[in-house]
């Protein structure tokens, strides 16, 4: 990206200069930044098939289903916690961007990395009655499915010249 984060600002430890020269820690964040995009197609994959498993455990009626559903679930959100804090190495640490996409992708990806977290440990540690198990993990896996499809598109565009890349 050669000396800029991805939101297209010059920043020292980013880029070919994080590579090449700079401190031991920016070059440390550099490379952190760098490793945002090969962590997250884990967790995207992890936590969209844990939807798609509770949603056929529902329409089956197989619990087995939705025990695996937990499972990928809990290693999505773990997931979704590396490629959260990796992508604010990539994006530089601020707040607030000039850059809207970023700022959403930013934002989203950071709330989804707590919300999936959350969703997760209630999973986990929480024992509900069958029913409403399978209508809150299904509402809550549907909603976190389609913020994670919004937030990979949003990503995706930040490496594949825009918001229109997937245009056909």
């Given at each position: 990206?050669?000396?800029?984060?991805?939101a297209g600002d010059?920043?020292?430890?980013?880029?070919?200069?994080?590579?090449?020269?700079?401190?031991?820690?920016?070059?440390?964040?550099?490379?952190?930044?760098?490793?945002?995009?090969?962590?997250?197609?884990?967790?995207?994959?992890?936590?969209?098939?844990?939807?798609?498993l509770e949603l056929?455990?529902?329409?089956?009626?197989?619990?087995?289903?939705?025990?695996?559903?937990?499972?990928?679930?809990?290693?999505?959100?773990?997931?979704?916690?590396?490629?959260?804090?990796?992508?604010?190495?990539?994006?530089?640490?601020?707040?607030?961007?000039?850059?809207?996409?970023?700022?959403?992708?930013?934002?989203?990806?950071?709330?989804?990395?707590?919300?999936?977290?959350?969703?997760?440990?209630?999973?986990?540690?929480?024992?509900?009655?069958?029913?409403?198990?399978?209508?809150?993990?299904?509402?809550?896996?549907?909603?976190?499915?389609?913020?994670?499809?919004?937030?990979?598109?949003?990503?995706?565009?930040?490496?594949?010249?825009?918001?229109?890349?997937?245009?056909?």
């Amino acid at each position: 990206m050669g000396g800029q984060d991805i939101a297209g600002d010059d920043v020292a430890g980013h880029g070919d200069h994080g590579r090449r020269g700079g401190t031991f820690w920016q070059r440390l964040a550099s490379w952190l930044g760098r490793v945002h995009t090969a962590v997250i197609h884990f967790p995207i994959a992890m936590l969209i098939g844990a939807f798609a498993l509770e949603l056929l455990g529902v329409w089956r009626g197989r619990p087995q289903f939705r025990d695996v559903s937990r499972g990928m679930l809990v290693v999505g959100a773990l997931g979704a916690v590396a490629a959260a804090a990796l992508g604010w190495f990539a994006g530089g640490f601020y707040l607030t961007d000039r850059n809207p996409v970023l700022m959403i992708h930013r934002w989203l990806g950071t709330t989804l990395a707590v919300l999936t977290s959350i969703l997760a440990y209630r999973a986990v540690t929480r024992s509900a009655a069958p029913g409403e198990r399978s209508i809150v993990n299904l509402l809550s896996l549907g909603a976190i499915a389609a913020a994670v499809a919004v937030q990979g598109y949003l990503g995706g565009s930040f490496m594949h010249g825009g918001l229109d890349h997937l245009a056909f």
